[in-house]
């Protein structure tokens, strides 16, 4: 199976600051990489998919990029809802999905 | 508007199975596939399997191969996982999550809609 790797587990930053976080697969994925935000307590919610296609109500301080191997999500300008924890998860091997393990981003 | 609904709470004795039911609304049930996830306490996001609501094809994940089945009604546009011989490490929150895609040189898929995930507690 596909192991997604994530860096780095966790992130501290302020509101205004523009973050980078990376998601590394163990084999070439293409562009089959999606991002998806955890608030504590709520399901997962999408925020990029394809890569760099960002989903339909999401602000457009996130962004991802990436193929390959290594993708990256970034936020351009943190805002205090942003605080959670993100994932990324290939598609790839479809349908053996597989999740990174999560980049919490602290204040 | 889309929705996935899931059953309630559950607390089970080591051994024994749980079935979480994952109520579709808002779309054409058997257009798209559907996932289970789940999340023990502190912990990521684990992938267990996937079933096709149109054919009932299922895929699973190794780790819980033998011991979970996932099915589809489409009559009631529920979805169903079922996991036997539970023990401590189950204990978690389950979440189902619907499967789109998008074709543009390939086919490209990911989760846009997620259940509110169901507590499931394993202990004697």
């Known amino acids: 199976d596909i192991q997604m790797t994530q860096s780095p587990s966790s992130l501290s930053a302020s509101v205004g600051d523009r973050v980078t976080m990376t998601c590394r697969a163990s084999?070439?994925?293409?562009?089959?990489l999606n991002w998806y935000q955890q608030r504590p307590g709520k399901a997962p919610k999408l925020l990029i998919y394809?890569?760099?296609s960002l989903q339909s109500g999401v602000p457009s301080r996130f962004s991802g990029s990436g193929s390959g191997t290594d993708f990256t999500l970034t936020i351009s300008s943190l805002q205090p809802e942003d605080f959670a924890t993100y994932y990324c998860?290939?598609?790839?091997?479809?349908?053996?999905?597989?999740f990174g393990q999560g980049t919490k981003l602290e204040i | 508007q889309v929705q996935l609904v899931q059953s309630g709470a559950e607390v089970q004795k080591p051994g024994a199975s749980v079935k979480v039911s994952c109520k579709a609304s808002?779309?054409?049930?058997?257009?798209?596939?559907l996932i289970w996830v789940r999340q023990a306490p502190g912990q990521g996001l684990e992938w267990m399997g996937w079933?096709?609501?149109?054919?009932?094809?299922?895929n699973y994940s190794p780790r819980l191969q033998g011991r979970v089945t996932m099915t589809a009604d489409t009559s009631t546009t529920t979805a169903y996982m079922e996991l036997r011989s539970l023990r401590s490490d189950d204990t978690a929150v389950y979440f189902c999550?619907?499967?789109?895609?998008?074709?543009?040189?390939?086919?490209?898929?990911?989760?846009?809609?997620w259940g509110q995930g169901t507590l499931v507690t394993v202990s004697s």
């Open positions: 808002g779309y054409t049930f058997t257009t798209y596939g």
């Open positions: 079933i096709s609501t149109y054919s009932g094809t299922t």
């Open positions: 394809a890569a760099s």
């Open positions: 084999q070439g994925i293409s562009n089959y």
């Open positions: 999550a619907r499967e789109n895609w998008i074709a543009v040189a390939g086919t490209s898929y990911y989760f846009d809609y």
């Open positions: 998860q290939q598609s790839f091997g479809t349908p053996r999905y597989t």
